[in-house]
């Protein structure tokens, strides 16, 4: 029984990165034999057994056999007598096709060091058609490995995956997974351009797809592509060091532009209300989480209102607020904020440019948490109102707190 260090480990140890999460293959074993040595079996489709003292992965070899389309289409045989070369062989890139011994010492069947020396990212074997998975892993690393490329022979097999249907077996979790955790890295445009040169986001995403060569008024968007525009976006998301559902709602904020007549471009009067089926749709699609889901459908509905929000009366902010619910969710609200600031920022030569809508309406948000609701309702109750009268009477609390923190910091109270 012999142990190796295999994979990203291996991987990011050579680039002189963190080595976060370790995983391990066995070789010359069977599941008798690792049980006796005291791990314990986790696997369902293939042995994995988790280390006694460490609780790490560890693996048996194995080879895997294509036998149906999709993720989920393969047979896996491990047996004592698979060995480490066999096993490297079935990985996606030849960057993650490494091992390393009980020694220190590199296993590199198939020039997993050249390519990291060269920053490429290259298929390990034609085996890499058959999993779909492995295009948006690929398009993940090359958001994470900003310097690296994709080999042409890696890209042509990806386009011929995309013709053939591979990428529509995919599951929703699946492509959740990989694709939120691709948004998640340093590059996150990055993922998207891998997507679009193999063909594979107009399968999984249309309504992005249909964003690239859109125009947008150039007095507004200098980039004026609304593809480009997200790109940009989606990376200010990255430098703003942003959350999951920031990003997300970023990467949906723009779907309606899509669906500008013709005859009205370069404008996109309405596109926030046109938007808002497609990112329901897309999020049942994706089966993405609800705080996600909900956070871009708030976005795409309200983020040209906050642009604005500089100009509004102290009423129309505080109506902004109402529709956001912002005092019982005020988390959401500041993530809301954030996503229209990386909208803002995410333009051609205005990357820096200051965005104060964010920090008014932050100041507009403490104004209303700390209005004392019970004593406001107290008070209309003394006053004789009943109801909805009630309700209407704390509003005109919350109201007057924002006029009263506006007029302590200079600020005008009714629209400019």
């Given at each position: 029984m012999k142990q190796y260090?295999?994979?990203?480990?291996?991987?990011?140890?050579?680039?002189?990165?963190?080595?976060?999460?370790?995983?391990w293959v066995v070789v010359g074993a069977d599941p008798a034999a690792m049980r006796r040595a005291g791990f314990m079996p986790v696997g369902r489709d293939f042995p994995v057994f988790l280390h006694p003292q460490s609780h790490e992965e560890y693996a048996l070899a194995r080879t895997e056999r294509k036998t149906a389309p999709g993720y989920h289409g393969f047979s896996f045989h491990a047996a004592p007598e698979v060995t480490l070369e066999q096993d490297l062989a079935r990985r996606d890139l030849t960057i993650n096709a490494?091992?390393?011994?009980?020694?220190?010492?590199?296993?590199?069947?198939?020039?997993?060091?050249?390519?990291?020396?060269?920053?490429?990212?290259?298929?390990?074997?034609?085996?890499?058609?058959?999993?779909?998975?492995?295009?948006?892993?690929?398009?993940?690393?090359?958001?994470?490995?900003?310097e690296f490329s994709v080999a042409p022979e890696t890209l042509a097999l990806m386009r011929h995956m995309v013709a053939d249907g591979e990428v529509d077996a995919l599951v929703a979790e699946?492509?959740?997974?990989?694709?939120?955790?691709?948004?998640?890295?340093a590059r996150p445009s990055r993922l998207l351009e891998v997507l679009r040169d193999c063909g594979a986001l107009a399968r999984l995403s249309p309504e992005v797809e249909r964003l690239f060569g859109v125009p947008q008024p150039a007095a507004h968007h200098p980039e004026i592509d609304t593809g480009l525009h997200l790109l940009m976006v989606l990376d200010q998301c990255a430098a703003q060091a942003a959350p999951l559902p920031v990003r997300y709602a970023c990467l949906c904020h723009d779907l309606g532009k899509g669906l500008t007549p013709t005859d009205q471009l370069p404008r996109h009067f309405g596109h926030e209300a046109r938007g808002l089926p497609l990112v329901r749709a897309l999020s049942e699609r994706w089966r993405v989480p609800s705080d996600c889901r909900e956070?871009?459908?708030?976005?795409?509905?309200?983020?040209?209102?906050?642009?604005?929000?500089?100009?509004?009366?102290?009423?129309?902010?505080?109506?902004?607020?109402?529709?956001?619910?912002?005092?019982r969710r005020p988390?959401?609200?500041?993530?809301?904020?954030?996503?229209?600031e990386c909208d803002a920022r995410g333009r051609l030569g205005l990357t820096l440019r200051p965005y104060p809508q964010r920090a008014r309406l932050l100041l507009d948000l403490r104004a209303v948490l700390a209005v004392d609701l019970a004593a406001a309702s107290a008070a209309a109750i003394a006053d004789g109102k009943t109801g909805p009268a009630i309700g209407r009477a704390v509003n005109q609390a919350r109201l007057a707190a924002l006029v009263a923190v506006c007029a302590a910091q200079g600020l005008p109270t009714q629209a400019t």
């Open positions: 260090l295999v994979g990203g480990a291996v991987r990011d140890g050579l680039l002189g990165l963190p080595v976060k999460d370790k995983d490494m091992a390393q011994d009980a020694d220190g010492q590199i296993i590199d069947p198939y020039g997993g060091q050249r390519d990291l020396r060269d920053k490429v990212l290259r298929h390990v074997s034609p085996a890499f058609g058959e999993d779909p998975v492995r295009i948006l892993r690929l398009a993940r690393f090359d958001a994470r490995f900003t699946r492509v959740w997974q990989e694709l939120s955790r691709g948004l998640m890295e956070l871009a459908e708030m976005v795409a509905r309200e983020h040209t209102h906050v642009h604005q929000s500089e100009a509004f009366s102290a009423e129309a902010r505080l109506r902004l607020l109402e529709r956001c619910d912002a005092w988390e959401r609200f500041e993530h809301l904020l954030w996503a229209c």
